[in-house]
């Protein structure tokens, strides 16, 4: 009974949090983007005339902009609910209008975003607004009225997951207010692309592509595929067969097609058949002419296929894919000298300016590249763009990151980078494997990483060698075939677990878990098939054209977890709806599926995570959008599987909802994060409600959640837009309704180390540089509302001296200060007089300047010293009341110091810290002192006390600087400056380490003339005549 209180006690607490909180309570954490670079970008368009103004649509990160020729850019999609962008206009009679189309139209692969519709901009993208359509998830194209701002028509491809009716072309005519679907041919069949006809708009050409995806196959192909015509603004539609074979008697795939603007009787169509066909009509449509076939035109159909014409010359044009191929007459030949990879690789989409057809974008999946001269040389931009499929950390100080991107590597960078502010892009490596599947730190063994690929690609890469070893479990290459006839049918991103409780013991997932004892030597299968098997769902994926790639191989593994807790317990799920668990390490399973209530057939189980609290406990997310359901699914057992119960999930209505993955905290049971596939979420009460975390993180699918146990830090593996850490949850972690209620609260501090910069890296400015979190102690406290009297966050030493008083707001909710470690900074005095003969320094409106410290060779020595390792008490004083928590400062592991030698240089660190603050104060105390005298103009005797005072405040600066950094190097450098260069040296750049005799001894130099000098100021501060001259003032 006593148990069953404390359970109940802590629920209806737990609820009441939830029932008086929203996101506002949390939204001062801020998420940092770590890297590394990103790459698919699908979309581009220009300001037509103005190569200044550029905008690209990325396939999972959103918009970008330029208004610099592509030297910056900028996100400016990130306050919306999408980031998927499939489609980019820009009113060719109003620049400052531009739309957007979201979801992804380029598909070959179980991950490709859908969106919410349209979006409008009237103020060239500062701010959006959306314009419905949004059930129609995947838009292609965006075309708007030459003429009329007002006249926009959407392509829209819809889900492909199931019949819809909000397939085909959509119209509008009061600019977004109310659409009409105006073309649609039936509930399989979408648009893949849009063209207009610039001298006549009424004319129109609507290319439709019937395609179905399931997670078993994708069929592209039907008989509603193929191309048709209005010429009367959408109203009336009619099929374009004449020369093109399409339709019942010759269904065909995926087409692209675009109006030549030189002359829009001039229309090209790139046609998925057998063999991609390219035609081309003189007559507006009526006729057309197979040009050419050849496969560069259209590979992987699904994935690329779209073609466009220059803007300045009709027979000048582009088919877009794997490689871009150019012809300039007319299609009937292509240009052999032409560098298909210049303008990028895995290409789709291009913009010719209608005003200058030598300007081009291009998008693709290494991201954008432009050019000015018409593809003679082209520029690349990189944007923080990258597809993450999961994340994984390791338990180093700092820790690294992992993860496997899309169109890249498995990669590894670091948490924090300790030379500098930045991660620059050259901290990333990869580890092996390639763009699919996991990159998972050995738990036992910090110098060796394995990674993932496709086709049962694994790697055991070594950090030592910086070199991978293949130890895949079967060598035989299945590319190309169909799942059915393969020994072993290997997912896309098939799962892999490092065993935590067994040292080398690995298992990896295909229908079977295999195992290895042996680094991967050899493997033994340790499980039947854990998939239904259905021969159905392992034929030829494509459609018109065979594909196969293990991204549609159905009855495959998909995601896996050991528990934490107990060793022998391996618990698996797959891309069709099967859920299976060992207790014995493999010797026998048990087939859980039907247990589940409510699981849809056929559904993904996208992630497994097994409780660290409980053996018997595991939590699923399940995605099932591929088999046309958008719901959110997540199941918790507590008894191995043999009941289930489906978490309640209540999310602000989006057709992104679908769960990607389940976190339970590893710190805190009941504590779950959840990541959909837009959006982050956190439950306090075990999944009976949810707190939506958005904060400064992008509207992105969430691939995959960890947390770094050490430093207690969310790490998000976003599908979209890379790596982001949230430094330090344990406010979201203490948080509770007596938190709620009281009138202030200090957090705990996680554990501090006492970093060092280092030598490292060098690399220029980039837009994929990561974010460091700032140095030292992250510092989180609470207030209920703003605090009557004055908020203070003091630091004391456990000799109970007080070390650092920090700036702390007085605002209501969560705030995070971060201490740097260091004692506080020095108060600068303002020089009050210009220096001798140099009447043309200006002092300010308050008759100041700056005292100037040249910054490279001396101004780091204005950096207090970094305290030493220790115990520390942090102190809040809030609402007349204070609140203390303990903060232990522990040595970085890297360093090879003792304490001994630190605590020496921290003693060198305090003494300059002491002398430089007595060098400035002399400096003001001086400046103020000559002002007085130097006004009483005639009188001798004060003239010749500021003649002492000038040559003793010589002494101590340069007092001829005005303020440019080689003022020193023409007088010299004194006191002050001396004893900066040394803290800079000793102090700043410098390991820990004990301070030379030399570096003693210049500073019993430098502190010997600074006493003179104080001592000599004193004298001339007892002088009678200034107490006269300062009576008389």
């Not at 670091?414 to 998972?440: K, M, T």
């Not at 650092?804 to 020095?826: C, D, M, S, T």
């Not at 005072?949 to 002050?976: C, H, K, M, P």
């Amino acid at each position: 009974m006593r148990y069953l209180l404390v359970v109940l006690c802590w629920f209806t607490t737990i609820n009441l949090f939830c029932q008086s909180f929203d996101s506002k309570t949390f939204s001062n954490l801020k998420f940092r983007f770590i890297g590394p670079d990103g790459n698919r970008m699908i979309s581009a368009v220009g300001e037509p005339g103005n190569p200044m103004v550029s905008y690209a649509g990325a396939a999972s990160g959103g918009i970008w902009k330029t208004e610099d020729m592509g030297t910056t850019w900028k996100s400016i999609f990130d306050e919306t609910e999408d980031s998927s962008i499939g489609a980019l206009a820009i009113a060719p009679s109003n620049p400052k209008q531009v739309w957007a189309g979201t979801g992804e139209t380029f598909l070959i692969r179980p991950a490709h975003a859908v969106g919410n519709g349209v979006y409008k901009s009237s103020d060239a993208g500062k701010t959006w607004k959306n314009f419905g359509l949004e059930k129609t998830f995947r838009i292609s194209r965006v075309i708007v009225h030459p003429a009329d701002t007002n006249t926009v028509y959407v392509a829209s491809l819809g889900h492909t997951h199931g019949p819809q009716q909000e397939r085909g072309v959509y119209k509008t005519v009061n600019g977004g207010k109310n659409w009409e679907r105006v073309f649609f041919v039936n509930e399989n069949t979408g648009c893949s692309d849009l063209s207009i006809d610039p001298q006549n708009p009424d004319v129109l050409y609507a290319a439709m592509w019937e395609v179905e995806i399931k997670t078993w196959k994708l069929n592209s192909g039907g008989a509603g595929s193929g191309i048709y015509r209005t010429k009367d603004g959408g109203k009336t539609w009619q099929p374009l067969r004449n020369g093109i074979e399409s339709g019942p008697t010759h269904p065909v795939g995926k087409t692209s097609l675009d109006v030549a603007y030189s002359n829009p009787k001039v229309v090209y169509a790139l046609v998925e058949d057998k063999e991609p066909r390219l035609y081309r009509t003189e007559d507006g449509g009526d006729s057309w002419k197979l040009m050419h076939q050849h496969h560069g035109m259209g590979q992987r159909a699904g994935y690329y296929t779209r073609l466009r014409v220059s803007t300045a010359d009709e027979n000048t044009l582009y088919t877009i894919s794997v490689g871009i191929m150019k012809s300039t007459d007319g299609g009937k030949t292509f240009d052999k000298k032409f560098n298909q990879w210049a303008p990028g690789g895995d290409n789709h989409d291009m913009w010719f300016d209608p005003k200058n057809g030598k300007r081009i974008l291009c998008a693709h999946d290494g991201c954008l590249n432009m050019t000015f001269n018409e593809g003679k040389t082209w520029s690349n931009v990189n944007l923080p763009i990258a597809q993450m499929y999961h994340v994984a950390v390791d338990n180093q100080i700092p820790y690294n990151v992992y993860s496997n991107r899309q169109d890249g590597y498995s990669y590894r960078g670091p948490s924090r980078y300790l030379d500098g502010n930045n991660i620059p892009l050259g901290a990333w490596h990869d580890v092996g494997g390639c763009e699919s599947g996991f990159a998972q730190p050995d738990p036992f063994d910090n110098s060796i990483v394995w990674s993932g690929c496709y086709d049962g690609g694994l790697d055991v890469f070594d950090l030592k060698t910086m070199q991978p070893r293949d130890v895949r479990v079967w060598p035989q290459t299945q590319i190309g075939s169909k799942p059915a006839d393969a020994k072993y049918r290997w997912h896309w991103n098939f799962p892999m677990v490092l065993s935590k409780h067994v040292k080398g013991r690995v298992w990896v997932g295909s229908q079977f878990v295999h195992e290895t004892n042996s680094v991967g030597q050899n493997w033994q299968v340790v499980s039947p098939d854990l998939t239904t098997n259905d021969k159905t769902h392992q034929q030829n994926s494509g459609g018109i054209a065979n594909d196969n790639l293990m991204t549609w191989d159905g009855c495959t593994l998909y995601s896996m977890a050991e528990s934490p807790v107990k060793e022998g317990v391996l618990w698996t799920g797959s891309n069709d709806g099967q859920v299976n668990v060992t207790q014995d390490g493999g010797k026998t399973w048990a087939n859980v599926s039907a247990n589940i209530p409510g699981l849809p057939k056929w559904s993904t189980i996208r992630n497994i995570d097994a409780s660290n609290f409980d053996a018997g406990t595991c939590y699923l997310s399940v995605d099932a959008h591929h088999v046309n359901d958008f719901g959110s699914y997540v199941f918790k057992t507590t008894d191995f599987g043999k009941s289930w119960t489906r978490l309640k999930i209540e999310l602000s209505a989006s057709n992104s909802n679908f769960v990607n993955q389940i976190k339970e905290d590893p710190a805190q049971a009941g504590l779950l994060w959840l990541g959909t596939d837009k959006s982050l979420y956190f439950s306090p009460d075990d999944g009976k409600n949810w707190i939506h975390l958005k904060n400064n993180l992008p509207p992105v699918p969430i691939y995959g959640i960890e947390i770094q146990k050490n430093f207690r830090d969310l790490v998000i593996g976003t599908y979209g837009r890379g790596i982001y850490i949230l430094d330090d949850i344990t406010p979201i972690r203490e948080f509770s309704e007596q938190i709620k209620n009281g009138e202030a609260h200090l957090f705990s501090v996680r554990p501090t180390y006492r970093f060092q910069d280092v030598n490292g890296i060098k690399t220029d400015r980039s837009f994929v540089n990561g974010q460091n979190p700032p140095d030292g102690a992250a510092i989180s406290y609470y207030l209920k509302e703003k605090s009557k009297d004055s908020v203070e966050l003091l630091v004391y030493h456990s000799s109970g001296e007080l070390v650092q008083k920090l700036k702390a707001k007085n605002q209501p909710g969560i705030q995070r200060v971060w201490w740097n470690l260091r004692l506080q900074e020095h108060a600068m005095p303002k020089l009050l007089t210009k220096p001798r003969g140099k009447d043309w320094v200006v002092l300010d409106d308050k008759g100041e300047r700056n005292l100037f410290i040249p910054d490279l060779d001396i101004g780091p020595g204005l950096t207090p010293p970094m305290v030493p390792v220790g115990n520390y008490t942090i102190v809040l004083k809030a609402h007349g009341k204070e609140y203390n928590q303990a903060l232990s400062l522990q040595k970085d592991p890297n360093t090879q110091s003792t304490a001994d030698n630190m605590a020496k240089q921290y003693a060198l660190g305090v003494k300059l810290y002491t002398a430089t603050k007595t060098a400035l104060q002399l400096i003001g105390d001086m400046e103020k002192m000559r002002t007085v005298l130097l006004a009483k103009k005639g009188d001798r005797k004060a003239a010749a006390l500021e003649e002492k005072i000038y040559q003793l405040e010589a002494v101590l600066f340069d007092i001829n600087q005005t303020g440019a950094r080689w003022d020193i190097f023409r007088s010299g450098a004194q006191v002050l400056e001396r004893l900066l260069a040394l803290g800079k040296e000793s102090q700043v750049f410098s390991a820990d380490s004990p301070p030379t005799d030399q570096q003693g001894e210049v500073y019993e130099l430098t502190v010997k003339r600074l006493e003179e000098v104080q001592s000599q100021f004193e004298l001339i501060r007892k002088n009678p005549e200034i107490k006269r001259i300062e009576q008389k003032k």
